[in-house]
Protein backbone atom coordinates (compact mmCIF):
# COMPACT_ATOMS: atom_id res chain seq x y z
CA UNK A 1 0.00 0.00 0.00
CA UNK A 2 2.62 2.57 0.76
CA UNK A 3 4.22 1.85 -2.65
CA UNK A 4 1.30 2.70 -4.48
CA UNK A 5 0.33 5.19 -2.63
CA UNK A 6 3.72 7.28 -2.89
CA UNK A 7 3.17 6.33 -6.51
CA UNK A 8 0.26 7.96 -7.27
CA UNK A 9 1.42 10.91 -5.86
CA UNK A 10 4.25 11.04 -7.94
CA UNK A 11 2.55 10.66 -10.85
CA UNK A 12 -0.14 13.14 -9.73
CA UNK A 13 3.14 15.81 -9.10
CA UNK A 14 3.99 15.38 -12.39
CA UNK A 15 0.68 15.70 -14.19
CA UNK A 16 0.38 19.02 -11.92
CA UNK A 17 4.04 20.18 -13.50
CA UNK A 18 2.99 19.54 -17.16
CA UNK A 19 0.07 21.30 -16.64
CA UNK A 20 2.43 24.29 -14.80
CA UNK A 21 4.69 24.57 -17.54
CA UNK A 22 1.90 24.50 -20.30
CA UNK A 23 0.46 27.49 -18.23
CA UNK A 24 3.50 29.17 -18.42
CA UNK A 25 4.19 29.07 -21.94
CA UNK A 26 0.50 30.11 -22.56
CA UNK A 27 1.53 33.26 -20.07
CA UNK A 28 4.47 33.95 -22.59
CA UNK A 29 2.75 33.90 -25.85
CA UNK A 30 0.46 36.11 -24.08
CA UNK A 31 3.29 38.48 -22.69
CA UNK A 32 4.52 38.58 -26.27
CA UNK A 33 1.56 39.42 -28.26
CA UNK A 34 0.43 41.78 -25.80
CA UNK A 35 4.24 43.95 -25.96
CA UNK A 36 4.47 43.45 -29.46
CA UNK A 37 0.29 45.05 -29.82
CA UNK A 38 1.91 47.91 -27.69
CA UNK A 39 4.57 48.61 -29.93
CA UNK A 40 1.93 48.67 -32.76
CA UNK A 41 0.02 51.18 -30.85
CA UNK A 42 2.92 53.39 -30.45
CA UNK A 43 4.64 52.90 -34.35
CA UNK A 44 0.35 53.93 -34.93
CA UNK A 45 0.17 56.81 -32.66
CA UNK A 46 3.68 58.43 -33.59
CA UNK A 47 4.75 57.39 -36.51
CA UNK A 48 8.68 59.13 -36.48
CA UNK A 49 11.51 57.28 -37.73
CA UNK A 50 13.01 57.15 -33.71
CA UNK A 51 10.10 55.41 -32.74
CA UNK A 52 9.17 52.89 -35.81
CA UNK A 53 13.77 52.17 -35.65
CA UNK A 54 13.79 51.93 -31.92
CA UNK A 55 11.65 49.31 -31.94
CA UNK A 56 11.69 47.66 -35.61
CA UNK A 57 14.58 48.74 -37.81
CA UNK A 58 17.10 51.68 -38.07
CA UNK A 59 16.04 55.12 -39.49
CA UNK A 60 16.63 55.37 -42.82
CA UNK A 61 19.52 58.43 -43.95
CA UNK A 62 18.07 61.25 -44.33
CA UNK A 63 20.70 62.40 -46.82
CA UNK A 64 18.92 59.94 -49.15
CA UNK A 65 21.97 57.60 -48.99
CA UNK A 66 21.91 53.72 -48.69
CA UNK A 67 20.39 52.76 -45.59
CA UNK A 68 22.96 50.86 -43.15
CA UNK A 69 21.55 46.98 -43.05
CA UNK A 70 19.46 46.24 -40.41
CA UNK A 71 21.31 44.04 -37.47
CA UNK A 72 20.18 40.57 -37.37
CA UNK A 73 17.24 40.03 -34.98
CA UNK A 74 17.51 38.28 -31.21
CA UNK A 75 16.91 34.59 -31.11
CA UNK A 76 13.64 34.02 -29.36
CA UNK A 77 14.56 31.87 -26.04
CA UNK A 78 11.70 29.92 -26.36
CA UNK A 79 10.14 29.10 -29.99
CA UNK A 80 6.75 30.75 -29.84
CA UNK A 81 3.47 28.55 -30.58
CA UNK A 82 1.63 28.75 -33.71
CA UNK A 83 -1.01 30.80 -32.29
CA UNK A 84 0.94 33.10 -30.98
CA UNK A 85 3.42 33.65 -34.03
CA UNK A 86 0.64 34.12 -36.51
CA UNK A 87 -1.20 36.75 -34.05
CA UNK A 88 1.77 38.41 -33.68
CA UNK A 89 2.88 38.43 -37.45
CA UNK A 90 -0.70 39.89 -38.27
CA UNK A 91 -0.43 42.84 -35.64
CA UNK A 92 2.83 43.24 -36.88
CA UNK A 93 1.48 43.93 -40.66
CA UNK A 94 -1.99 45.76 -39.74
CA UNK A 95 0.50 48.79 -37.74
CA UNK A 96 2.88 48.52 -41.10
CA UNK A 97 -0.20 49.56 -43.21
CA UNK A 98 -1.59 52.01 -40.62
CA UNK A 99 1.78 53.59 -40.31
CA UNK A 100 1.93 53.99 -43.83
CA UNK A 101 -1.36 55.33 -44.38
CA UNK A 102 -1.55 57.60 -41.78
CA UNK A 103 2.03 59.28 -42.30
CA UNK A 104 1.83 62.89 -44.63
CA UNK A 105 2.89 61.92 -48.22
CA UNK A 106 6.47 62.46 -49.36
CA UNK A 107 7.25 65.91 -50.81
CA UNK A 108 6.60 65.80 -54.58
CA UNK A 109 9.34 65.17 -57.24
CA UNK A 110 10.19 66.75 -60.52
CA UNK A 111 11.78 65.97 -63.07
CA UNK A 112 15.52 65.21 -62.54
CA UNK A 113 14.43 63.31 -59.32
CA UNK A 114 14.42 65.35 -56.20
CA UNK A 115 12.34 67.38 -54.20
CA UNK A 116 10.80 70.52 -56.12
CA UNK A 117 11.83 72.79 -52.89
CA UNK A 118 15.06 71.01 -52.82
CA UNK A 119 15.13 72.46 -49.39
CA UNK A 120 17.71 69.52 -47.92
CA UNK A 121 19.89 70.92 -50.51
CA UNK A 122 23.20 72.76 -48.82
CA UNK A 123 23.99 75.11 -51.53
CA UNK A 124 26.18 77.25 -49.38
CA UNK A 125 28.45 73.76 -48.73
CA UNK A 126 29.00 73.80 -52.18
CA UNK A 127 31.50 75.99 -54.10
CA UNK A 128 30.44 78.57 -56.60
CA UNK A 129 30.90 76.43 -59.69
CA UNK A 130 29.60 73.32 -58.56
CA UNK A 131 26.45 75.37 -57.36
CA UNK A 132 26.00 76.87 -60.96
CA UNK A 133 26.49 73.57 -62.27
CA UNK A 134 24.15 72.15 -59.60
CA UNK A 135 21.54 74.95 -60.76
CA UNK A 136 22.18 74.07 -64.55
CA UNK A 137 20.83 70.48 -64.16
CA UNK A 138 18.04 71.98 -62.09
CA UNK A 139 17.20 74.25 -64.93
CA UNK A 140 17.52 71.46 -67.76
CA UNK A 141 15.26 69.04 -65.87
CA UNK A 142 12.14 71.89 -64.54
CA UNK A 143 9.29 70.11 -63.15
CA UNK A 144 6.12 71.23 -65.25
CA UNK A 145 4.15 74.83 -64.35
CA UNK A 146 0.89 74.83 -64.49
CA UNK A 147 -1.13 77.99 -63.56
CA UNK A 148 1.21 79.91 -61.62
CA UNK A 149 -0.37 83.41 -60.26
CA UNK A 150 2.21 85.52 -60.36
CA UNK A 151 3.46 84.12 -63.61
CA UNK A 152 1.43 84.84 -67.09
CA UNK A 153 2.53 81.98 -69.22
CA UNK A 154 1.84 83.29 -72.75
CA UNK A 155 4.74 86.21 -72.06
CA UNK A 156 7.45 83.26 -71.99
CA UNK A 157 9.16 81.09 -74.12
CA UNK A 158 9.40 78.21 -71.32
CA UNK A 159 7.56 79.02 -68.05
CA UNK A 160 8.69 76.07 -66.19
CA UNK A 161 12.21 76.74 -66.79
CA UNK A 162 12.24 79.93 -65.85
CA UNK A 163 10.39 79.68 -63.04
CA UNK A 164 12.49 77.02 -61.98
CA UNK A 165 15.90 79.30 -62.73
CA UNK A 166 14.30 82.16 -60.68
CA UNK A 167 14.08 79.85 -57.50
CA UNK A 168 17.65 79.23 -58.09
CA UNK A 169 18.88 82.43 -58.42
CA UNK A 170 16.78 83.49 -54.82
CA UNK A 171 18.52 80.70 -52.96
CA UNK A 172 22.08 80.25 -54.66
CA UNK A 173 23.04 83.78 -56.50
CA UNK A 174 26.14 85.67 -54.75
CA UNK A 175 27.05 88.27 -56.16
CA UNK A 176 30.33 90.34 -55.07
CA UNK A 177 30.76 94.09 -56.14
CA UNK A 178 34.26 95.74 -56.62
CA UNK A 179 34.87 98.60 -54.31
CA UNK A 180 37.71 100.26 -56.30
CA UNK A 181 36.96 102.90 -58.92
CA UNK A 182 36.63 106.59 -58.19
CA UNK A 183 33.02 109.12 -58.37
CA UNK A 184 31.94 109.63 -60.40
CA UNK A 185 32.22 107.06 -62.82
CA UNK A 186 31.83 104.19 -60.31
CA UNK A 187 29.11 104.19 -57.31
CA UNK A 188 27.38 107.01 -58.88
CA UNK A 189 23.81 106.31 -59.99
CA UNK A 190 22.30 108.65 -62.45
CA UNK A 191 18.44 107.71 -61.50
CA UNK A 192 16.69 110.27 -64.35
CA UNK A 193 16.75 110.51 -68.11
CA UNK A 194 16.67 107.89 -71.27
CA UNK A 195 19.94 106.31 -69.52
CA UNK A 196 18.10 105.75 -66.37
CA UNK A 197 18.31 101.53 -66.73
CA UNK A 198 22.07 101.28 -65.46
CA UNK A 199 21.44 104.32 -62.37
CA UNK A 200 18.60 102.09 -61.13
CA UNK A 201 20.45 98.72 -61.27
CA UNK A 202 23.40 100.36 -59.62
CA UNK A 203 21.96 101.90 -57.24
CA UNK A 204 19.50 98.84 -56.53
CA UNK A 205 22.32 96.18 -56.12
CA UNK A 206 24.66 98.25 -54.01
CA UNK A 207 21.56 98.89 -51.51
CA UNK A 208 20.65 95.22 -51.73
CA UNK A 209 21.88 92.74 -48.70
CA UNK A 210 20.29 89.22 -50.48
CA UNK A 211 22.41 88.74 -53.04
CA UNK A 212 25.18 90.43 -52.30
CA UNK A 213 28.50 89.11 -50.91
CA UNK A 214 31.25 90.74 -48.91
CA UNK A 215 33.95 87.52 -49.42
CA UNK A 216 34.67 87.56 -53.11
CA UNK A 217 35.31 83.78 -52.69
CA UNK A 218 31.69 82.82 -52.39
CA UNK A 219 30.61 84.55 -55.18
CA UNK A 220 29.58 83.59 -58.48
CA UNK A 221 29.27 86.77 -60.39
CA UNK A 222 31.58 90.14 -60.46
CA UNK A 223 30.05 93.39 -60.82
CA UNK A 224 31.82 95.80 -62.34
CA UNK A 225 29.64 99.09 -61.09
CA UNK A 226 30.57 101.79 -63.89
CA UNK A 227 28.39 103.98 -65.24
CA UNK A 228 28.45 104.84 -69.05
CA UNK A 229 26.98 107.84 -68.71
CA UNK A 230 28.58 109.40 -66.15
CA UNK A 231 31.66 108.27 -68.23
CA UNK A 232 30.56 110.14 -71.19
CA UNK A 233 30.12 113.13 -69.10
CA UNK A 234 33.54 112.88 -67.00
CA UNK A 235 35.80 111.94 -69.77
CA UNK A 236 34.39 112.48 -73.76
CA UNK A 237 35.43 115.98 -75.29
CA UNK A 238 32.20 117.28 -76.91
CA UNK A 239 32.49 117.47 -80.92
CA UNK A 240 35.40 115.18 -80.54
CA UNK A 241 33.52 112.23 -81.60
CA UNK A 242 36.29 110.36 -80.38
CA UNK A 243 35.21 107.64 -78.05
CA UNK A 244 38.59 106.18 -77.84
CA UNK A 245 39.42 107.95 -74.34
CA UNK A 246 36.50 106.35 -72.90
CA UNK A 247 37.54 102.67 -74.07
CA UNK A 248 41.20 103.27 -72.51
CA UNK A 249 39.91 104.21 -69.07
CA UNK A 250 37.55 100.97 -68.80
CA UNK A 251 40.75 99.05 -70.15
CA UNK A 252 42.68 100.68 -67.13
CA UNK A 253 40.28 99.88 -64.82
CA UNK A 254 39.87 96.07 -65.64
CA UNK A 255 43.49 95.59 -65.65
CA UNK A 256 43.78 96.90 -62.13
CA UNK A 257 41.76 95.03 -60.64
CA UNK A 258 42.83 92.09 -62.73
CA UNK A 259 46.24 92.64 -60.63
CA UNK A 260 45.14 93.59 -58.03
CA UNK A 261 42.31 90.61 -57.00
CA UNK A 262 42.74 86.44 -58.80
CA UNK A 263 39.06 86.52 -59.98
CA UNK A 264 39.20 88.12 -63.32
CA UNK A 265 42.39 86.20 -64.03
CA UNK A 266 40.87 82.56 -63.01
CA UNK A 267 37.81 82.81 -66.06
CA UNK A 268 39.43 85.69 -68.28
CA UNK A 269 36.17 88.03 -67.01
CA UNK A 270 33.79 85.23 -67.79
CA UNK A 271 32.02 85.35 -64.22
CA UNK A 272 32.13 89.19 -64.69
CA UNK A 273 29.65 91.58 -65.67
CA UNK A 274 28.84 95.22 -66.27
CA UNK A 275 25.36 97.05 -66.86
CA UNK A 276 25.26 100.13 -69.71
CA UNK A 277 22.20 102.22 -70.84
CA UNK A 278 24.35 104.76 -73.12
CA UNK A 279 24.20 104.32 -76.82
CA UNK A 280 28.09 104.02 -76.41
CA UNK A 281 28.23 101.66 -73.92
CA UNK A 282 29.34 98.84 -76.14
CA UNK A 283 31.91 101.00 -77.42
CA UNK A 284 33.75 101.41 -74.15
CA UNK A 285 34.66 97.85 -73.89
CA UNK A 286 36.42 97.29 -77.11
CA UNK A 287 39.71 98.41 -76.28
CA UNK A 288 39.84 95.29 -73.91
CA UNK A 289 39.94 91.67 -75.69
CA UNK A 290 38.49 90.23 -72.32
CA UNK A 291 36.26 92.34 -71.64
CA UNK A 292 35.06 92.69 -75.67
CA UNK A 293 34.65 89.03 -75.34
CA UNK A 294 34.34 87.18 -72.31
CA UNK A 295 32.44 89.53 -69.50
CA UNK A 296 28.50 89.05 -69.61
CA UNK A 297 27.69 92.86 -70.74
CA UNK A 298 23.95 94.30 -70.19
CA UNK A 299 23.64 96.50 -73.45
CA UNK A 300 20.78 99.05 -74.09
CA UNK A 301 21.92 99.15 -77.47
CA UNK A 302 22.33 95.43 -78.05
CA UNK A 303 22.74 95.40 -81.89
CA UNK A 304 23.95 91.83 -82.79
CA UNK A 305 25.61 92.82 -86.39
CA UNK A 306 28.53 95.01 -84.76
CA UNK A 307 30.20 91.97 -83.29
CA UNK A 308 30.24 93.73 -79.57
CA UNK A 309 26.43 91.88 -78.22
CA UNK A 310 26.72 88.85 -78.46
CA UNK A 311 23.29 86.97 -78.07
CA UNK A 312 22.97 84.15 -75.66
CA UNK A 313 26.16 85.88 -73.37
CA UNK A 314 25.35 89.41 -73.18
CA UNK A 315 21.92 90.58 -72.04
CA UNK A 316 19.51 93.43 -73.49
CA UNK A 317 18.84 95.57 -71.20
CA UNK A 318 15.35 97.67 -71.35
CA UNK A 319 15.66 101.20 -71.96
CA UNK A 320 13.58 103.26 -69.62
CA UNK A 321 12.96 106.89 -69.38
CA UNK A 322 12.73 108.30 -65.82
CA UNK A 323 11.22 111.73 -65.24
CA UNK A 324 10.92 112.04 -61.91
CA UNK A 325 13.07 109.58 -59.98
CA UNK A 326 10.81 109.58 -56.67
CA UNK A 327 7.88 108.18 -58.85
CA UNK A 328 9.51 106.02 -61.14
CA UNK A 329 5.96 104.53 -62.37
CA UNK A 330 4.44 107.79 -62.78
CA UNK A 331 2.97 107.15 -66.38
CA UNK A 332 1.93 103.73 -65.96
CA UNK A 333 -1.69 103.24 -66.60
CA UNK A 334 -4.23 100.41 -67.89
CA UNK A 335 -7.05 101.56 -70.34
CA UNK A 336 -9.52 99.29 -72.34
CA UNK A 337 -9.13 98.30 -75.82
CA UNK A 338 -12.57 100.33 -76.83
CA UNK A 339 -10.98 103.66 -75.35
CA UNK A 340 -8.23 102.96 -77.99
CA UNK A 341 -9.45 105.13 -81.08
CA UNK A 342 -6.25 105.06 -83.14
CA UNK A 343 -4.25 102.39 -85.11
CA UNK A 344 -0.89 103.78 -84.49
CA UNK A 345 0.70 106.41 -82.86
CA UNK A 346 4.37 107.80 -83.03
CA UNK A 347 6.19 111.29 -82.28
CA UNK A 348 9.80 111.76 -82.08
CA UNK A 349 12.98 113.16 -83.40
CA UNK A 350 13.47 112.50 -87.15
CA UNK A 351 16.92 110.95 -86.98
CA UNK A 352 18.71 107.68 -88.07
CA UNK A 353 17.97 105.88 -91.20
CA UNK A 354 14.56 104.38 -90.29
CA UNK A 355 12.60 107.76 -88.94
CA UNK A 356 12.81 109.59 -92.15
CA UNK A 357 11.37 106.84 -94.03
CA UNK A 358 8.48 106.37 -91.78
CA UNK A 359 7.23 109.69 -91.87
CA UNK A 360 7.93 109.89 -95.75
CA UNK A 361 5.09 107.53 -95.84
CA UNK A 362 2.96 108.06 -93.19
CA UNK A 363 3.45 111.33 -91.93
CA UNK A 364 0.06 112.82 -92.27
CA UNK A 365 -1.48 110.41 -94.69
CA UNK A 366 -3.90 108.53 -92.94
CA UNK A 367 -6.43 109.78 -89.84
CA UNK A 368 -5.74 105.99 -88.32
CA UNK A 369 -1.97 106.50 -88.31
CA UNK A 370 -1.00 108.90 -85.88
CA UNK A 371 2.41 109.98 -87.00
CA UNK A 372 4.42 112.91 -86.75
CA UNK A 373 8.10 114.72 -86.13
CA UNK A 374 8.23 116.24 -82.88
CA UNK A 375 4.46 116.25 -81.67
CA UNK A 376 2.96 119.77 -82.79
CA UNK A 377 1.97 122.36 -80.32
CA UNK A 378 -1.61 122.49 -82.23
CA UNK A 379 -2.13 118.36 -81.21
CA UNK A 380 -0.19 118.70 -77.88
CA UNK A 381 -2.65 121.28 -77.18
CA UNK A 382 -5.32 118.53 -77.55
CA UNK A 383 -3.52 115.62 -76.10
CA UNK A 384 -0.43 114.50 -74.69
CA UNK A 385 2.10 112.20 -75.99
CA UNK A 386 1.34 110.17 -73.07
CA UNK A 387 -2.27 110.37 -74.01
CA UNK A 388 -1.69 109.74 -77.45
CA UNK A 389 0.20 106.36 -76.35
CA UNK A 390 -2.72 105.24 -73.90
CA UNK A 391 -5.66 106.27 -76.86
CA UNK A 392 -4.01 104.11 -79.49
CA UNK A 393 -3.66 100.29 -80.58
CA UNK A 394 -0.17 100.17 -81.27
CA UNK A 395 2.93 102.22 -80.66
CA UNK A 396 5.21 102.71 -83.41
CA UNK A 397 9.18 102.17 -82.02
CA UNK A 398 11.42 103.27 -84.60
CA UNK A 399 15.09 102.75 -83.95
CA UNK A 400 17.07 105.84 -83.66
CA UNK A 401 20.84 106.37 -84.20
CA UNK A 402 21.09 102.80 -82.06
CA UNK A 403 18.44 99.99 -82.36
CA UNK A 404 17.42 100.66 -78.75
CA UNK A 405 14.82 102.77 -78.51
CA UNK A 406 12.78 103.72 -74.55
CA UNK A 407 9.06 104.14 -76.85
CA UNK A 408 9.41 99.90 -76.37
CA UNK A 409 9.00 100.62 -72.08
CA UNK A 410 6.68 103.85 -72.89
CA UNK A 411 4.54 101.65 -74.88
CA UNK A 412 4.28 98.66 -72.20
CA UNK A 413 3.50 101.05 -69.22
CA UNK A 414 0.79 102.44 -71.51
CA UNK A 415 -0.83 98.75 -72.50
CA UNK A 416 0.07 99.70 -75.74
CA UNK A 417 1.36 96.57 -78.18
CA UNK A 418 5.16 98.13 -79.48
CA UNK A 419 5.33 97.62 -83.25
CA UNK A 420 9.46 97.72 -83.09
CA UNK A 421 11.09 98.34 -86.71
CA UNK A 422 15.00 98.25 -85.97
CA UNK A 423 16.59 95.12 -87.57
CA UNK A 424 19.64 93.65 -86.23
CA UNK A 425 17.89 94.63 -82.87
CA UNK A 426 18.02 91.86 -80.14
CA UNK A 427 15.02 92.89 -77.92
CA UNK A 428 15.44 93.14 -74.09
CA UNK A 429 15.17 89.37 -71.70
CA UNK A 430 15.36 87.89 -75.02
CA UNK A 431 16.42 84.76 -73.56
CA UNK A 432 13.15 84.21 -71.05
CA UNK A 433 10.19 86.26 -72.90
CA UNK A 434 8.16 85.88 -76.01
CA UNK A 435 7.64 88.58 -77.98
CA UNK A 436 5.63 87.62 -80.25
CA UNK A 437 2.98 87.13 -77.91
CA UNK A 438 2.69 90.70 -76.83
CA UNK A 439 4.54 92.64 -79.99
CA UNK A 440 5.06 93.00 -83.70
CA UNK A 441 8.42 93.25 -84.79
CA UNK A 442 8.32 94.54 -88.19
CA UNK A 443 11.45 94.79 -90.90
CA UNK A 444 12.86 97.82 -91.79
CA UNK A 445 11.68 97.33 -95.97
CA UNK A 446 8.33 96.47 -94.69
CA UNK A 447 7.80 100.37 -93.56
CA UNK A 448 5.54 101.00 -96.64
CA UNK A 449 2.99 98.40 -95.43
CA UNK A 450 2.94 98.88 -92.09
CA UNK A 451 -0.86 99.86 -92.16
CA UNK A 452 -2.13 96.81 -94.11
CA UNK A 453 0.04 94.37 -91.52
CA UNK A 454 -1.72 95.77 -88.32
CA UNK A 455 -4.75 96.16 -89.60
CA UNK A 456 -4.53 92.61 -90.77
CA UNK A 457 -4.05 91.59 -86.94
CA UNK A 458 -7.26 90.18 -86.08
CA UNK A 459 -9.54 90.93 -82.71
CA UNK A 460 -9.19 88.11 -81.33
CA UNK A 461 -4.98 87.82 -81.63
CA UNK A 462 -4.87 91.82 -80.62
CA UNK A 463 -7.22 90.93 -77.61
CA UNK A 464 -4.74 88.16 -76.78
CA UNK A 465 -1.74 90.90 -77.41
CA UNK A 466 -3.54 93.40 -75.69
CA UNK A 467 -3.68 91.21 -72.72
CA UNK A 468 -0.05 90.12 -72.39
CA UNK A 469 1.19 93.87 -72.40
CA UNK A 470 -0.74 94.13 -69.55
CA UNK A 471 0.61 91.19 -67.67
CA UNK A 472 3.54 92.01 -68.83
CA UNK A 473 3.65 95.51 -67.20
CA UNK A 474 5.11 94.56 -63.48
CA UNK A 475 8.48 92.89 -65.47
CA UNK A 476 9.33 96.30 -66.37
CA UNK A 477 8.87 98.55 -63.29
CA UNK A 478 11.60 99.89 -61.14
CA UNK A 479 11.07 100.06 -57.63
CA UNK A 480 12.89 101.76 -55.27
CA UNK A 481 12.56 98.44 -52.65
CA UNK A 482 12.88 95.51 -55.15
CA UNK A 483 9.84 93.37 -55.94
CA UNK A 484 9.70 89.71 -56.61
CA UNK A 485 10.28 89.54 -60.76
CA UNK A 486 10.17 93.00 -61.06
CA UNK A 487 13.12 94.78 -63.80
CA UNK A 488 15.72 95.16 -61.50
CA UNK A 489 15.37 90.90 -60.42
CA UNK A 490 14.93 90.37 -64.47
CA UNK A 491 18.10 91.97 -65.28
CA UNK A 492 19.80 89.99 -62.54
CA UNK A 493 18.12 87.10 -63.58
CA UNK A 494 18.68 87.15 -67.15
CA UNK A 495 23.01 87.85 -66.21
CA UNK A 496 22.33 84.48 -63.99
CA UNK A 497 20.73 83.10 -66.53
CA UNK A 498 23.19 83.55 -69.78
CA UNK A 499 26.19 82.49 -67.27
CA UNK A 500 24.61 79.45 -66.65
CA UNK A 501 25.05 78.68 -70.42
CA UNK A 502 28.23 78.73 -69.65
CA UNK A 503 28.78 76.08 -67.67
CA UNK A 504 29.37 72.56 -68.95
CA UNK A 505 27.78 69.72 -66.94
CA UNK A 506 29.23 66.63 -66.70
CA UNK A 507 27.28 63.57 -67.59
CA UNK A 508 27.01 61.27 -64.85
Not at 131 to 136: D, I, N, R, S
Not at 169 to 176: A, H, N, S
Not at 271 to 300: M, Q, R, S
Request: hydrophobic share 40%; glycine share 4%; aromatic share 12%.
Amino acid sequence: MGRRLRLRLRLRRGRGGAASFSGWRRRIAAAAIVTAAITALIAFAVPSPLTIGFFFFPAADSSGGDRSPPPPPLPLLHPLPRRAASALASILANSTSRSSASAPPPPPIGNSGSPKANSSVAYWRMSPDEALAYAKKEIENAPLVVDDPDLYAPLFRNVSAFKRSYELMERILKVYIYQDGQVPIFHTPDLKGIYASEGWFLKLMEEDRRFTVKDPSKAHLFYLPYSSRQLQLAIYVPGSHNLRPLSLFLRDYVNTIAAKYPFWNRTRGRDHFLVACHDWGPYTTTAHEELLKNTIKALCNADSSEGIFIRGRDVSLPETTIRTPNRPQRYVGKRRVSQRPFLAFFAGNVHGRVRPILLKYWDGKDDDMRIYGPLPNRVSRQMSYVEHMKSSKFCICPMGYEVNSPRIVEAIYSECVPVIIADNFVLPFNEVLNWSAFSVVIAEKDIPNLKNILSGISLRRYLAMHTCVSMLQKHFLWHAKPLKYDLFHMVLHSIWFNRLKQIEVQEQ
